[in-house]
């Protein structure tokens, strides 16, 4: 099981940016596919991002392709997502994920807390 720790949310006007990052500690980071969900009040969890372990592949939701970037540093055990033109429609509890696979990370992967994006029109 790994455990993951988010941080970098906050309080940006619209077109702003803000970097996320997730923390992982345990000793098999690197086997796992990493990625961010965010959840709006009164919405279900939705996809946003995904990396495999490598970093060869990336995977956006269209709501926020060329818009954000995940990254990853399998050394510090690190996950980032770069956020760019921020809109309203972002503002969101984002999670940090890891799992065996994209397909089912969100059904069985591991969860981080969850850190608050809030996008000021």
């Known amino acids: 099981q790994v455990q993951l720790v988010e941080s970098g949310g906050g309080l940006v006007q619209a077109g702003g940016s803000l970097r996320l990052s997730c923390a992982a500690s345990?000793?098999?980071?690197?086997?796992?596919?990493m990625g961010w969900f965010r959840q709006a009040p009164g919405k279900e969890r939705e996809f946003v991002a995904a990396?495999?372990?490598?970093?060869?592949?990336?995977f956006y939701a269209d709501s926020v392709k060329g818009r954000f970037t995940i990254s990853r540093d399998n050394a510090k055990k690190t996950m980032y997502l770069q956020m760019d033109s921020l809109k309203p429609e972002d503002t969101a509890v984002y999670y940090c994920?890891?799992?065996?696979?994209?397909?089912?990370?969100?059904?069985?992967?591991?969860w981080g807390q969850g850190t608050q994006v809030s996008v000021s029109s």
């Open positions: 994920n890891a799992g065996p696979s994209v397909l089912t990370m969100k059904s069985s992967g591991s």
């Open positions: 345990g000793r098999t980071f690197s086997s796992y596919v």
């Open positions: 990396i495999t372990w490598t970093g060869g592949s990336t």
